[in-house]
C-alpha cells in the first residue's frame, strides 16, 4: 500500500481520533524510520517516549521471537517467571518494594489511585479518599485518570468523571497546602510535566510536598510514565530530587516498544490489592516481560544512564543557540523547547517534510530520541530543526 490508499483507508476504516501528520511508518533501524514510500526520517520521538532502545533492535526482537515461541501468554491464575525476574530488577532498582503489572500507563495509574484509596479505606474508615493532582497534569485517557489530569479541555462530555480529585498549582507550596485535611489520601504529581508543555517541578516543591505528605500520612505518588526507565538520565527522575515516594507508576519505554506498565510500591502498600481486588488479563504478558528484561539489562547500566545525560546535555547546547529558540527545558532526552515565535505544530509539521519527526507539546516543540541514538543520527535531526526554524 502506497500512503494515499493507507490514508483513504485510514479515514474509511477508523474512527478519527487522532490528528496525524501525514506519514504512514513501515520500518526502522536505530532512530531512522521509513515511510511507506521509501522515505526516511531521523526520529527524535521514539513513539512518544516508547522505542528507548530505537527500532528493530537486534536484542530486542531476539528476546521478543524467542518468548513467543516458548510460550506467548499464560493467564494470572498460574505462576510466571519472567514476572518474578522483571518485577526483582524493578526493586533492585528502585528499592520499593512489590510491583503489580499491567499494559499502559492509564491503567498503572488506575492501579496506583486503586492502592492509595484502599490503603487508605482501610486505615481510616471510608473517610480519606480525596487526591490531590497538579494543575497541567496528564495522567491518562480513562474516565479515572482524564478526572485525575489537572485540565480543565480534559473535562468535557464524558460525564460524569470520577469523584475525589482537586488541583493544585504546581511550584506553589501554599496552593498544595491550602488542599490538605483530613480527607485527602494521597497526593500525585509528575516530575516533569510531560504533555503539559515539559515543565520540570521545582525541587523545593517537591521537597515541602513529600514533607506536607509525610506530617500528615499523606501517599506520595509519582507518575513517572514518561520521565522514567532512564528518560531522564537516572532510571527514575525520582532519583534526581532525592526524595522517597510511596509508589511509582511506570511505562511507556518499560518495554521497549511492547504495550507494558507497572505499579511500584513501597512495603506498607505491598499487600493492599489483596486477590480479588485487582487484576489484568494481559498484565506480565510472557513476551511484554521478556522485552521488559532486555531493556532493563540495558538501560540500568551507569554507564548508559551517563550517556543519556550527556547527549541530551550536547542536544540542549546545539538547541539554544538555534534561531527562534527562547528556551531548552527538560532533563536527560525528555528535551522541550520554547519557541520565540511561531506555532509549534506547523513547524513540526514542516520538520517531518524535512525528514524530522519531532513532537510539540502545548506551545512547545519536544523531543524524545530514542535513547540509543547515535551523536550521527542527532547531528542529521539538529541540521534538519536548525534549517527549519531558520
Ligand atoms: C503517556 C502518559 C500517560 C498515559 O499513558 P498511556 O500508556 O497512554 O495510557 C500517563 N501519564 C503520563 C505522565 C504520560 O506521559
Request: glycine content about 10%; some cysteine; charged content about 25%.
Amino acid at each position: 500500500m502506497n500512503f494515499d490508499t493507507i490514508k483513504d483507508g485510514d479515514a474509511e476504516y477508523l474512527m478519527s481520533a487522532y490528528g496525524r501528520f501525514p506519514v504512514a511508518l513501515v520500518e526502522g533501524k536505530g532512530a531512522v524510520a521509513k515511510d511507506a514510500d521509501g522515505r526516511e526520517y531521523i526520529d527524535f520521538t521514539s513513539g512518544i517516549g516508547v522505542n528507548c532502545l530505537g527500532y528493530s533492535d537486534d536484542g530486542l526482537a531476539g528476546a521478543v521471537s524467542e518468548q513467543m515461541s516458548k510460550i506467548q501468554h499464560i493467564s494470572n491464575l498460574y505462576y510466571n517467571p519472567l514476572q518474578v525476574e522483571v518485577a526483582k530488577k524493578l526493586v533492585e532498582l528502585t528499592g520499593l518494594s512489590k510491583v503489580f503489572f499491567c499494559n499502559s500507563g492509564a491503567e498503572a495509574n488506575e492501579c496506583a489511585i486503586k492502592i492509595a484509596r484502599k490503603y487508605a479505606f482501610e486505615k481510616y474508615n471510608g473517610k480519606r479518599n480525596k487526591i490531590i493532582t497538579l494543575v497541567n497534569s496528564f495522567h491518562g485517557r480513562t474516565i479515572t485518570t482524564l478526572a485525575a489530569t489537572g485540565q480543565d479541555s480534559f473535562h468535557n462530555y464524558f460525564f460524569p468523571f470520577t469523584e475525589g480529585f482537586v488541583y493544585a498549582e504546581a511550584n506553589n507550596i501554599e496552593s498544595l497546602r491550602s488542599l490538605i485535611d483530613d480527607t485527602v489520601c494521597a497526593v500525585f504529581i509528575e516530575l516533569i510535566q510531560g504533555e503539559g508543555g515539559v515543565n520540570p517541578i521545582l525541587k523545593p516543591f517537591v521537597w515541602e510536598a513529600e514533607k506536607l505528605c509525610r506530617d500528615n500520612d499523606i501517599l506520595l505518588l509519582v507518575d513517572e510514565v514518561q520521565t522514567g526507565v532512564a528518560r531522564t538520565g537516572t532510571f527514575y527522575c525520582y532519583e534526581q530530587y532525592g526524595i522517597t515516594p510511596d509508589l511509582i507508576t511506570t511505562a511507556k519505554g518499560l518495554a521497549g516498544g511492547l504495550p507494558f506498565g507497572a505499579c511500584i510500591c513501597e512495603e506498607k502498600l505491598g499487600d493492599v490489592l489483596s486477590a480479588g481486588t485487582h487484576g489484568s488479563t494481559f498484565g506480565g504478558n510472557p513476551v511484554a516481560c521478556a522485552a521488559s528484561l532486555e531493556v532493563l539489562n540495558r538501560v540500568s547500566d551507569s554507564k548508559f544512564l551517563n550517556e543519556v545525560s550527556e547527549k541530551g546535555e550536547y542536544i540542549r547546547e546545539k538547541l539554544i543557540k538555534m534561531n527562534n529558540v527562547k528556551e531548552v527545558r527538560g532533563l536527560g532526552m525528555m528535551i522541550g523547547i520554547v519557541l520565540e515565535s511561531g506555532d509549534a505544530k506547523e513547524i513540526a509539521a514542516r520538520c517531518v517534510e524535512n525528514g524530522l519527526l519531532i513532537l510539540t507539546a502545548k506551545t512547545l516543540l519536544r523531543l524524545l530520541p530514542p535513547l540509543t541514538i547515535t551523536y550521527e543520527e542527532i547531528d542529521s535531526g539538529l541540521d534538519i530543526l536548525e534549517r527549519v526554524l531558520a
